[in-house]
């Protein structure tokens, strides 16, 4: 049974950081790629960042330049550093890896407030 297990969500005050892991329980190569998701209440899952297994990256338009996806192939582990944090990013971010099946994290809740 593969596990995708996410961490690092809390409250932060408009402008700060927070790192979220997300720790697979297989290699990451297993994956053709591998993302970040949130849900707001109230609206739909979206996508937030993207990594392909040939280090492709994709972000959307709302967190483009302060964003950022990385992994640690020998951690099996996927991370979305978030910086300049805004009160609409609040939200539960899930982890997502893709290979012949999609696959979902619990997630965790990200809220930025003062």
């Known amino acids: 049974q593969v596990q995708l297990v996410e961490s690092g969500g809390g409250l932060v005050q408009p402008g700060g950081s927070l790192r979220l892991s997300c720790v697979a329980s297989?290699?990451?190569?297993?994956?053709?790629?591998m993302a970040w998701y949130r849900q707001a209440p109230g609206k739909q899952r979206e996508l937030v960042a993207g990594?392909?297994?040939?280090?492709?990256?994709n972000y959307a338009d709302s967190v483009k330049g302060r964003f950022t996806i990385s992994r640690d192939f020998a951690k099996n582990t996927v991370y979305l550093q978030m910086d300049s944090l805004k009160p609409e990013d609040t939200a539960v971010y899930y982890c997502?890896?893709?290979?012949?099946?999609?696959?979902w994290g619990q997630g965790t809740q990200v809220t930025v407030s003062s």
């Open positions: 997502n890896g893709n290979s012949m099946v999609a696959y």
């Open positions: 990594i392909t297994s040939g280090g492709r990256q």
């Open positions: 297989l290699s990451i190569f297993t994956f053709n790629a």
